[in-house]
């Protein structure tokens, strides 16, 4: 039987060959074979959300997405947002809003609001909504993570505007 080619995929700002059918759904190559569980398996079918990455900063389903069309991208997993010692400011909102309850939803719901914030660093309630309406969390949790977008921003606004002053007092 014939081998697949190797795969080099681009996550996380590493290269990683993965030996796989160039068909294989993006998800199960970042689950099985790199070992990113961020991404979540929710329907396998586009619907849900849970599997997010961001593909050239675009929120993508990673589920219905092969490696093939992944191939030269440049692959974001939530793992590659921040660490447990330096959260990324959008995990940081979460958490101090307390924006989960069983959580599975969190993947998809914190890579598509990094994506609106990296367009749309002011978004108001009805664009997070908007932004967020496709990704689905049954714990009912809707209210707790509109606000940890808009705390998100304030975080990241803080986070610009601490860098200016530092980038000004070298200057001076
Ligand atoms: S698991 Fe991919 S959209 Fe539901
Ligand atoms: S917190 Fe459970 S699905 Fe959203």
Do not use: W
């Not at 290269?15 to 689950?31: C, E, G, I």
């Not at 990113?36 to 589920?63: H, I, Q, S, W, Y």
């Not at 049954?138 to 980038?167: D, F, K, M, P």
């Amino acid at each position: 039987m014939n081998r697949p080619a190797p795969l080099l995929l681009h996550v996380n700002g590493a290269t990683h060959l993965v030996s796989a059918d160039a068909a294989t759904p993006l998800l199960y190559l970042l689950r099985n074979d790199l070992a990113l569980n961020g991404p979540k398996f929710g329907c396998g079918l586009g619907e849900c959300g849970a599997c997010t990455v961001l593909l050239d900063g675009m929120p993508t389903r990673a589920c219905v997405t092969t490696a093939k069309v992944a191939l030269g991208r440049e692959i974001t997993t939530l793992e590659g947002l921040g660490t447990r010692a330096a959260l990324h400011p959008v995990q940081q909102a979460f958490i101090e809003e307390q924006a989960a309850q069983c959580g599975y939803c969190l993947n998809g719901m914190i890579m598509t609001a990094k994506a609106l914030l990296d367009r749309d660093p002011h978004p108001s309630v009805e664009t997070i909504r908007r932004e967020l309406s496709r990704n689905l969390c049954r714990c009912g949790t809707h209210v707790e993570i509109v606000r940890a977008v808009q705390r998100a921003a304030e975080l990241l606004a803080a986070q610009a505007a601490a860098q200016s002053a530092v980038h000004a007092g070298e200057r001076a």
